[in-house]
């Protein structure tokens, strides 16, 4: 593509982003839609405001731990393909993502785009219908560092053979079209899903399994990688940093949800560590039983599936059932990693397997053993539904995905050339290496 081609491609969004800074000038009223003044809690404003900053510390901590698994000459792009998210989704999340996903509520399945456009009535009073102790934008700035990892969870999926400028418009298109409506079906009071009893503490559902969906279909939609070379991580410290991170992220992802400082935060938090540890062991010990090395990769793979595993259920299970969701996710995803190889399907690292089946089964077995309401305690009904939910977001999140890749393909062309491939995306899409010394792994 020449130059002046190249240079249009950016004009239309440049223009919609001068259009939004415009428009963000106008006056706007910042007043929550509540007339009764409720009062903060300091004590549970100063946690979120760190769970927050924990939540935030993720995205970078995936990139390090995508690009430590990545060819060296995809290095670069696979670390911005993740950092990428947080300047994108923080745009449009206040423009119009938040209020799709928690606004008004039409008929359970989206929310109003009015409502909280350009996060009109999103003030700095509490709003009981989401969190009646901390300020509503903080709420909302909560929620939206959950909106901003997982699209970059998905970039694992599809790496190595991605257009840049087609990724980020996909990027858009799944927040607005896939990520928003399930997070307002799953955690909205009127989502149809939350009405059903379907629960997800901290976005098992809402964030992994619809990230694994979409990185599957990616996958498929792509195709395969055809520059023919081995894969072996370009970094194996990168990724051990990166999974260091995940779980010290991770500790506000899954207490932050209790949106409050008390009990059950504390509950997610010890569930959290325990899960992970457990996945990690036994991921390790899995890979000794099978006459294999035990590798540092697998230690931080099996940790970062714990804590996939028992987000959804963090808030609702005993310290004794996390171990057990962390040791029946490892094992479900070290199984499924060991029979990627046998498909035709290229995810590049594994997000599927890891992020998508330990999402399952994290959902699954909330349905089992959430305090009262569970399988284990005699009622069947959150279960089933847990279930059907199952199924309604498989299909919602896979085939939405694919959908949206066919039509980012038909406006800008989704995957790289040949020659751009076997160059590498670092230099063919950003013009940069990672260092000035080629390294040899």
């Not at 290095?75 to 300047?87: D, K, P, Y």
């Not at 963090?314 to 040791?327: H, K, N, P, W």
Request: hydrophobic fraction near 50%; proline fraction near 4%; aromatic fraction near 12%.
């Amino acid at each position: 593509m020449n130059e002046k081609n190249s240079k249009r491609r950016y004009i239309v969004p440049f223009i919609v982003l001068a259009i939004i800074a415009v428009l963000a000038l106008l006056p706007v009223n910042h007043d929550t839609l509540i007339s009764e003044k409720l009062e903060i809690s300091h004590a549970d404003t100063s946690w979120m405001l760190i769970a927050s900053a924990l939540v935030f510390l993720m995205t970078p901590g995936l990139a390090f731990f995508y690009g430590g698994m990545i060819r060296y000459k995809n290095l670069v792009s696979t670390l911005l393909q993740s950092f990428i998210t947080l300047g994108i989704i923080s745009v449009i999340w206040i423009v119009v993502g938040f209020s799709l996903a928690f606004g008004e509520s039409i008929g359970g399945i989206i929310g109003n785009p009015a409502t909280f456009i350009l996060f009109k009535n999103v003030g700095f009073a509490p709003n009981p219908d989401f969190a009646g102790t901390i300020p509503f934008a903080l709420f909302a700035v909560f929620q939206l560092k959950f909106a901003i990892i997982t699209p970059a969870l998905i970039t694992g999926g599809i790496a190595e053979r991605i257009r840049f400028s087609s990724l980020m418009l996909f990027i858009v298109l799944f927040t607005l079209c896939i990520y928003a409506p399930l997070a307002h079906w799953t955690w909205h009071p009127e989502g149809f899903l939350r009405q059903w009893g379907v629960l997800d503490f901290a976005g098992g559902t809402v964030v992994h399994i619809s990230a694994g969906f979409a990185a599957l279909s990616g996958a498929l939609f792509l195709g395969k990688r055809n520059d023919g070379e081995e894969s072996n991580p370009t970094n194996i410290p990168y990724i051990l940093l990166g999974a260091g991170l995940l779980w010290f992220g991770w500790f506000g992802f899954n207490a932050g949800s209790a949106l409050t400082a008390d009990g059950i935060a504390v509950s997610a938090f010890l569930n959290t560590n325990l899960a992970s540890a457990t996945a990690m062991i036994t991921w390790v010990l899995t890979d000794g039983a099978r006459g294999k090395k035990r590798s540092s990769v697998g230690a931080a793979v099996g940790a970062v599936v714990g804590l996939v595993a028992i987000t959804p259920a963090a808030g609702f299970v005993t310290v004794g059932q996390s171990i057990f969701i962390g040791f029946a996710a490892s094992l479900a995803s070290y199984a499924a990693v060991r029979l990627k190889p046998r498909s035709s399907i290229d995810d590049t690292l594994d997000v599927f397997p890891c992020h998508g089946i330990g999402g399952i089964v994290g959902m699954l077995l909330t349905g089992v053993f959430a305090k009262d309401v569970g399988l284990l305690y005699g009622d069947p009904t959150t279960f089933l539904f847990h279930l059907l939910a199952l199924v309604i977001v498989s299909i919602f999140t896979f085939g939405g995905s694919y959908l949206l890749y066919k039509l980012t393909n038909l406006i800008l062309p989704m995957r790289v050339t040949e020659l751009q491939e076997k160059r590498g995306l670092d230099i063919t899409q950003h013009g940069e290496k990672a260092t000035d010394t080629e390294f040899s792994y």
